[in-house]
T-cell receptor, first 114, second 110 residues
């Protein structure tokens, strides 16, 4: 099992460009999450999904969109990148057992917006 | 609103010394708390959860509802314990969302 994988590992964008980050998991998990990690701020939840075809906003959703067309994939889109979106992005997934669930994390994508 | 506070950005100790990483939380419901760890060049992973009441790699954490704390402790630090540690609180009912603290970097000196 590969677990949670993220594509790409690194990316540099210019302001206003768009891109999509791909998260894939092979553990048949129901729940998937996108976080951003910034120095001194920990991990903050951007969007999440509790099942195929569903998405919901987290703490910091502005400027991002997501889609969960297939259970194993969770896509994070930046329509018009801004320097404030320079960050390390982590995807996570979990089975969806309320209250006791462990989240499994991907290796992260380091994004720089110039 | 829910909140997790880790007051120390960096904790430096010598090998063999006791370690205590502090975590305080604010939550109106019944708290479910976790410690996640990120070793150098590795992905974030679960270290322990309070509901299990287990010891992992010599680490323990006790939930103190009166002090709203969930401090991580180890009696004798090892160099391989050097890592970034995040305290996290489960919220949002069945959505299993986590809110993380800002993290504490533990540096164990030889």
């Amino acid at each position: 099992n590969a677990g949670v994988t993220q594509t790409p590992k690194f990316r540099v964008l210019k302001t206003g460009q768009s891109m999509t980050l791909l998260c894939a998991q092979d553990m048949n998990h129901e729940y998937m999450y996108w976080y951003r990690q910034d120095p001194g701020m920990g991990l903050r939840l951007i969007h999440y999904s509790v099942g195929e075809g569903t998405t919901a906003k987290g703490e910091v959703p502005d400027g991002y969109n997501v889609s969960r067309l297939k259970k194993q994939n969770f896509l994070l889109g930046l329509e018009s990148a801004a320097p404030s979106q320079t960050s390390v992005y982590f995807c996570a997934s979990s089975y969806g057992l309320a209250g006791v669930d462990e989240q499994f994390f991907g290796p992260g994508t380091r994004l720089t917006v110039l | 609103a829910q909140r997790v506070t880790q007051p120390e950005k960096l904790l430096s100790v010598f090998k063999g010394a006791p370690v205590e990483l502090k975590c305080n939380y604010s939550y109106s419901g019944s708290p479910e708390l976790f410690w996640y760890v990120q070793y150098s060049r590795q992905r974030l992973q679960l270290l322990l959860r309070h509901i299990s009441r287990e010891s992992i790699k010599g680490f323990t954490a006790d939930l103190n509802k009166g002090e709203t704390s969930f401090h991580l402790k180890k009696p004798f630090a090892q160099e391989e314990d050097s890592a970034m540690y995040y305290c996290a609180l489960l919220y949002g009912g069945a959505t299993n969302k986590l809110i993380f603290g800002t993290g504490t970097l533990l540096a164990v000196q030889p």
